[in-house]
Structures are given as structure tokens and as C-alpha cells.
């Protein structure tokens, strides 16, 4: 390959037609200038300029190289321009992953914020469940995730950012089972609205139950938080709900909080990247952003 110096000092002997001109635009000697000229046509066995007593003038197959040096040089100075956005946080990309009930309680007022500092960064979110989400991150699909904890693995970093408390809320209809206190097997009679089967929320309240010797079947299973709070609030049964995903329908009065004798074990909610890759400038600011 040619010394990509000597593209320069042929494209600035190109754009001026004289060997002295495009020595003082680039700082260096007229014998320099003339030199890497001479190099690259006996490099490339042919003449890329016809000399002049006033100058230089590209040949057929000079001004043939020219497109092309004009294009190259006009893509890295493109690459360098991006290069420059990316690091100052002008463009770049971020991929995250999270359930629905966590983009819309926990994530979204943390992008919000992210959005309006720097618009020009490409937001990617994609949902799912927990291990769905968890295998993604894994797969390097996506930068970083918004998981429901436990979390057990070492290729990954996971950053504990809230604990949260699970409860039982009914509609008015239930409001004198709301009034005392159940016990599980008075509870696991109940019709029950659970997330469907996969949830990490749906694998802790089974595994609750069973810690507990019960057996529960649901009456009806839900994709996401928000309908598991609209059927319990028309009286369809009980649902399974963080209690801060529901904290102004409890003040509301629009759902009622039913009280078991055995309470829930509180669950975290971590912030994880892989441990051994190397995020963009974007996902690291927006990472640390989260940590903070």
C-alpha cells in the first residue's frame, strides 16, 4: 500500500496545479512535494501529472486516481467528524432491555432525562422477560438491562438500584377480605391473576407458594403489570403486583391491598452490563449516569 501521506501531497498538487502551492497548504519542502509524487508513479507505473513550466496538470490516469483519493479522504474526514459527535455525546447509540412494568416505573424518568441532554444519541429498548432480557445481554443483543433480582452470574456486573415490596390487591368487591388478615391457603383459594408462566415475578410468587406447601393455579395469566392491575380492579380476583407499581391506586381507593399472615421477602431490582466487554462512549455515559 502507498504511504497515505503521499495521497495527501498528490491531492493538494491535484486541487492546485503547483508543486510550491501544495508544499506551503501542507507544510512541508517543494523537493518533498516533488518526491512522493515521483514515488507513487514509479510505484504505480504510471503518470499522474504532465510537468509545466508554470505548474502541473494531471494526466488521464491522474485525474482517473483523483475521484477516488477526493472520496477517500472525504469519507476519513467524515469518520473523524463522527468520531468527534461520539465523544462528545453529539451521536452514538445505546441498547437496553427491561420488562414493561420496570421501562414504565423505573427506566423511562432516567431516558427521559438522558433524552433531553443529548438528543442526537439513538435510543434502541427492546422488553421482555427477565431471562429473556438476561440471555440478550449475554448474546451481546444488548449494551445493558433493567432486571428483576436475584441474579445469579459472574459475567455479569449488576448494580442494585431499588428494592421493591410484592402484595396482593383486589377491587371493591373484596373490600371485607381487604379489611382482615389471610391466611396463604385463604388467599390461595381466591381467583388469582398472575404474570404469565417465564416472568421472574411469576417464578418468585410460585416459588412462595410452594415454600409454603400450596399449589395454586391461576384463573387468569397476563403479559403485563397494567392488566394485571385493570382485572383486579374489576373484581376478576387477586392479583400478584409490586406495591409501587400500584402506589396511586392504593391512595385512590381504586385497589385494595389484601393482608397475609406470612409476609413477602422484599426483591431488588439491579442494572447490569457484561463484565467482560467494553461499552461505547453513549452506553457508558448512560450507565454511569444510572450508578450514580
Not at 499522474?48 to 486516481?65: P, Q, W
Not at 467528524?81 to 412494568?101: F, P, T, V
Not at 382482615?180 to 410460585?206: K, M, N, Q, Y
Amino acid at each position: 500500500m502507498i504511504n497515505l501521506e503521499w495521497y495527501r501531497i498528490f491531492l493538494y498538487t491535484a486541487r492546485h496545479r503547483n508543486l510550491t502551492k501544495a508544499a506551503q497548504e501542507l507544510h512541508v519542502t517543494q523537493p518533498s512535494v516533488s518526491y512522493a509524487i515521483k514515488q507513487m508513479e514509479e510505484a504505480m507505473g504510471v503518470q499522474l501529472f504532465h510537468r509545466l513550466s508554470k505548474g502541473v496538470e494531471l494526466t488521464d490516469e491522474g485525474r482517473a486516481l483523483l475521484d477516488y483519493v477526493e472520496q477517500s479522504f472525504s469519507m476519513l474526514d467524515s469518520a473523524q467528524k463522527h468520531l468527534h459527535n461520539l465523544k462528545q455525546l453529539h451521536a452514538g447509540e445505546i441498547r437496553i432491555g427491561a420488562s414493561d412494568s420496570l421501562i414504565k416505573h423505573l427506566l423511562l424518568p432516567q431516558l427521559n432525562a438522558f433524552h433531553r441532554e443529548y438528543p442526537g444519541i439513538r435510543i434502541r429498548l427492546s422488553h421482555g422477560k427477565t431471562p429473556d432480557i438476561t440471555r440478550r445481554l449475554l448474546d451481546g443483543e444488548i449494551d445493558c438491562a433493567m432486571l428483576h433480582l436475584p441474579i445469579q452470574n459472574p459475567q455479569l456486573i449488576i448494580h442494585t438500584m431499588a428494592m421493591i415490596e410484592d402484595c396482593f390487591v383486589v377491587g371493591e368487591a373484596y373490600k371485607e377480605l381487604a379489611e382482615r388478615t389471610l391466611s396463604i391457603h385463604e388467599l390461595a383459594e381466591l381467583p388469582l391473576i398472575l404474570l404469565s408462566p417465564g416472568s421472574s415475578t411469576r417464578i418468585f410468587v410460585d416459588q412462595w407458594f410452594t415454600a409454603k406447601g400450596v399449589t395454586v393455579k391461576p384463573d387468569i395469566e397476563l403479559g403485563s403489570v397494567d392488566l394485571l392491575a385493570e382485572f383486579a380492579r374489576l373484581n376478576y380476583g387477586a392479583a400478584f403486583i409490586s406495591r409501587s407499581f400500584v402506589e396511586e391506586e392504593l391512595r385512590s381507593g381504586k385497589l385494595l391491598e389484601l393482608k397475609v399472615d406470612i409476609p413477602f421477602p422484599s426483591r431488588g431490582i439491579g442494572f447490569a452490563v457484561r463484565r467482560d466487554t467494553k461499552l461505547s462512549i453513549a452506553a457508558e455515559s448512560f450507565v454511569r449516569r444510572i450508578r450514580d
